[in-house]
């Protein structure tokens, strides 16, 4: 019998070096000041996400969600705003919403106390994880 030995290809430490700062310099975004088309300003502002309907931005006064309807033309463009794919994804999240609270009307009384208090911890979570974001989150709403 023969025996087959596999080889694992080695890594090149460089090449995972040079993608790791890619990815990280890609990442990086420069803080700029943005003004939505009712006056809000938000100064030094860093994007840390972009979603089909909106970015989220980091300033010294918190986090926020800025939707791209609350933003001029311009700034649309520059995050390749997509009106049809925005409606989209908020079209997906309240079914993906509607069928969670369908399966919670349907459970039985152990099954809803259960969904409610995994529900409760991963708010705690959350709320420990990002306090900046959930408190902020709170003012705007």
Do not use: C, W
Not at 43 to 60: F, H, M, N, Q
Not at 69 to 96: I, M, R, S
């Amino acid at each position: 019998m023969e025996s087959k030995r596999r080889r694992i290809p080695r890594v090149n430490s460089q090449n995972i070096t040079l993608a790791i700062l890619a990815t990280l310099s890609a990442s990086l975004a420069l803080a700029e000041d943005f003004k939505t088309v009712n006056g809000k300003e938000y100064k030094d502002a860093t994007v840390s996400r972009v979603e089909p309907d909106g970015i989220t931005v980091k300033t010294k006064s918190g986090i926020s969600k800025v939707y791209f309807t609350e933003l001029p033309k311009d700034v649309q463009g520059q995050f390749h705003y997509d009106p049809a794919q925005a409606a989209a994804a908020q079209a997906a999240a309240a079914q993906q919403t509607e069928q969670l609270n369908k399966q919670l009307r349907d459970a039985s009384g152990s099954e809803r106390k259960q969904y409610t208090e995994q529900q409760g911890k991963q708010r705690h979570i959350q709320a420990r994880l990002e306090p900046e974001f959930h408190n902020h989150s709170r003012d705007q709403h």
